[in-house]
């Protein structure tokens, strides 16, 4: 008899992987104020199939039953968007109450560092659209931004979470060892 659902498994994955998430969107998020934030986006988005991966081997060695190929796909899928909850949560509150204006800010930023550098003539017809969006304020809102980037989110997360479920499925026969061990 099964312990929990994946349900549950894919809740409680969920908690670390909100943390993670809000620590990437925080990267982006306090650019504007921690120049080497963006820096550290990199290496946190590399290691997130890593931290994914972990996750659902981990539920396959608690459940062994969920050693199934869809099993591990769904709770994936399900992890990533209680994370992405999580993570929307604390990056809307930030973009809500602390830095309101923050896309106008990020793409002013971007402008100036693009009009400084020595390569500024090649990107003028960039520039003169980036100018135009915000003369026009039709940049999208925070929010906007935010769930954009949450439905980005929640898809990459399903498709990572596709082939992290097909290799542990694929190599299960190593996870029943380690199980049995």
């Given at each position: ?14 908690l670390p992987t909100g943390i993670y ?63 992405t909850l999580i993570c929307m949560l ?85 996870v029943s060892e380690e199980i049995s061990?």
């Amino acid at each position: 008899m099964q312990k929990k659902s994946i349900y549950t498994y894919a809740a409680e994955a969920g908690l670390p992987t909100g943390i993670y998430l809000t620590l990437m969107s925080a990267c982006v998020l306090l650019s504007l104020q921690i120049p080497i934030t963006p820096m550290l986006f990199v290496p946190l988005a590399l290691g997130f199939p890593v931290f994914i991966w972990f996750l659902l081997k981990n539920i396959a060695k608690a459940e062994p039953t969920y050693l199934k190929f869809s099993s591990l796909w769904l709770g994936g899928i399900y992890t990533v968007i209680f994370g992405t909850l999580i993570c929307m949560l604390f990056s809307s509150l930030y973009v809500v109450f602390i830095e309101p204006g923050f896309v106008q800010k990020y793409v002013a930023n971007a402008l100036s560092a693009i009009e400084t550098s020595p390569y500024a003539s090649e990107y003028e017809t960039t520039m003169i659209l980036m100018r135009e969006a915000m003369d026009a304020h039709i940049l999208p809102t925070g929010m906007e931004f935010l769930m954009t980037m949450a439905w980005f989110t929640c898809f990459a997360g399903s498709l990572l979470s596709l082939f992290i479920a097909l290799i542990i499925t694929k190599n299960g026969k190593k996870v029943s060892e380690e199980i049995s061990a």
